[in-house]
């Protein structure tokens, strides 16, 4: 059984930073491409930032892109961060991490081709 878990939400003043964690247990003898990805009240799930299974292509939402790093601690990636500097309000949302065993990366922005789901953590930044 694979479970994703998504830990370092909180609050933050706009500006500021934030590290979001994405841990995965279970399952772990095979390397995951993992995404994160946000949801707003009342908007749709936005693709946030991506890594291949490889480790080796990184990939980042238009509204994040020189804001945010997404980074792995192992050649699995079963820990994968995501450093969130220069926080906006428009940053304010639930966070998800997403992982699939696929290899491929032609889709690594729809939400639909991951198969595991992390619970989801709260980042709210006040302005």
């Known amino acids: 059984q694979v479970q994703l878990a998504e830990l370092g939400g909180g609050v933050v003043q706009a500006g500021g930073s934030l590290r979001l964690s994405c841990v995965i247990s279970?399952?772990?003898?095979?390397?995951?491409?993992v995404g994160w990805f946000r949801q707003a009240p009342g908007k749709e799930r936005e693709f946030v930032s991506g890594?291949?299974?490889?480790?080796?292509?990184?990939?980042y939402g238009d509204s994040v892109k020189g804001r945010f790093t997404i980074s792995s601690t192992n050649t699995k990636n079963t820990v994968v961060y995501l450093q969130m500097n220069r926080l906006i309000p428009e940053d304010a949302a639930v966070y998800y991490c997403a992982a699939t065993l696929s290899r491929s990366v032609a889709n690594i922005r729809d939400g639909a081709t991951y198969d595991y789901w992390g619970p989801g953590t709260q980042v709210t930044v006040s302005s």
């Open positions: 890594v291949s299974s490889d480790g080796r292509r990184l990939f």
């Open positions: 279970g399952r772990t003898f095979e390397p995951y491409r």
